[in-house]
């Protein structure tokens, strides 16, 4: 079958297809990255389901309406993850406008940390609660590396910045994330 031949192919040559008019092979990308999309966005944009989903929407509805823009000389995956970075850094400047005219900016955040033997859930919560807090490149620096699993490499075409930077900002959102959730292991000093 047709389909079960397309999901056997390498993103690059379903880009071509896409490219062609091939529908199915649209269909087969998006099933492949539609999840893991929705969650970045999700994670990037405040949390805010249907604000996740209308990026994923406006996303592939890019990728349908001009697949020549596609860059066929990067991976797929470092492409579209690119896209949807760059797509998140558009509305972060959108809502800093917004917040700006109307007088609603406010520094300084408090993040409260729970007291000893807290379990997993209370860990991941900590971690989200800070994460959420994050300016936007330590936040996607985190979701690329962590939950997406991208390589160092990946990362840097992402982002634009070279893979020494990407290491080194790795290493320092670490140690700062470990420092604020030192009440988790206190062995940490």
């Known amino acids: 079958m047709f389909i079960t031949r397309l999901s056997k192919k390498a993103d690059e040559e379903l880009v071509r297809l896409v490219q062609q008019g091939n529908e199915r092979a649209l269909t087969e990308l998006y099933s492949r990255y539609s999840k893991k999309l929705v969650r970045y966005f999700h994670r990037m944009l405040w949390k805010d389901e249907s604000k996740a989903q209308d990026f994923l929407h406006d996303l592939f509805v890019?990728?349908?309406?001009a697949p020549d823009r596609i860059d066929v000389g990067r991976?797929?995956?470092t492409w579209i993850y690119s896209v949807a970075h760059n797509m998140c850094?558009?509305?972060y400047r959108k809502q800093i406008f917004r917040k700006a005219v109307n007088g609603n900016w406010t520094n300084g955040q408090n993040v409260e940390f729970i007291e000893s033997d807290l379990d997993q859930q209370a860990f991941q919560g900590q971690l989200e609660n800070l994460l959420s807090r994050a300016d936007e490149n330590d936040k996607s620096l985190f979701l690329m590396r962590y939950e997406l699993e991208l390589t160092v490499s990946e990362i840097a075409t992402i982002m634009e910045i070279p893979e020494g930077t990407v290491k080194s900002r790795l290493?320092?959102?670490?140690?700062?994330?470990a420092g604020m959730l030192k009440v988790f292991n206190p062995a940490i000093n």
């Open 62 to 65: 890019k990728l349908i309406e």
């Open 75 to 77: 991976p797929f995956s």
């Open 89 to 91: 850094k558009n509305e």
């Open 171 to 177: 290493f320092y959102l670490k140690k700062k994330l």
